[in-house]
């Protein structure tokens, strides 16, 4: 059974920093691509970040949305089975509930489009407010 489990999320003044961790069960991160996703109130879920593996369980692809490129990354730890999106310099506009999403047959052009993705968790909130 595939398990994802996020958490991390909280209330942070603009220009601070979050990590959320989404716990994996069920996957290896050599056959699944990882996705962070977000979905803000009245608006579609978005995809945040991603990372796939580029051979061997040794090299990994990340990549990430335009809006959080220079300020958000991406990391996995195999033997915690856990992957980490670590934010930086937040901006109101970030705020969303956060999910991650868990996909063996994620390609290059569907990393951030959600139908491509098996298996999501329940999401963790993130608030950047004064």
């Known amino acids: 059974e595939v398990q994802l489990v996020e958490s991390g999320g909280g209330l942070v003044q603009p220009g601070g920093s979050l990590t959320l961790s989404c716990v994996t069960s069920?996957?290896?991160?050599?056959?699944?691509?990882i996705g962070w996703f977000r979905q803000a109130p009245g608006k579609k879920r978005e995809g945040v970040s991603s990372?796939?593996?580029?051979?061997?369980?040794?090299?990994?692809?990340?990549e990430y949305a335009e809006s959080v490129k220079g300020r958000f990354v991406i990391s996995n730890e195999n033997a915690k089975n856990t992957v980490t999106l670590q934010m930086n310099n937040l901006k109101p506009e970030d705020t969303a509930v956060y999910y991650c999403?868990?996909?063996?047959?994620?390609?290059?052009?569907?990393?951030?489009?959600?139908?491509?993705?098996?298996?999501w968790g329940r999401g963790t909130q993130v608030t950047v407010s004064l």
């Open positions: 999403a868990a996909g063996r047959d994620v390609t290059i052009a569907t990393e951030s489009w959600a139908p491509a993705y098996d298996y």
């Open positions: 069920g996957v290896t991160f050599e056959d699944y691509t």
């Open positions: 990372i796939a593996s580029a051979g061997g369980g040794t090299y990994y692809r990340r």
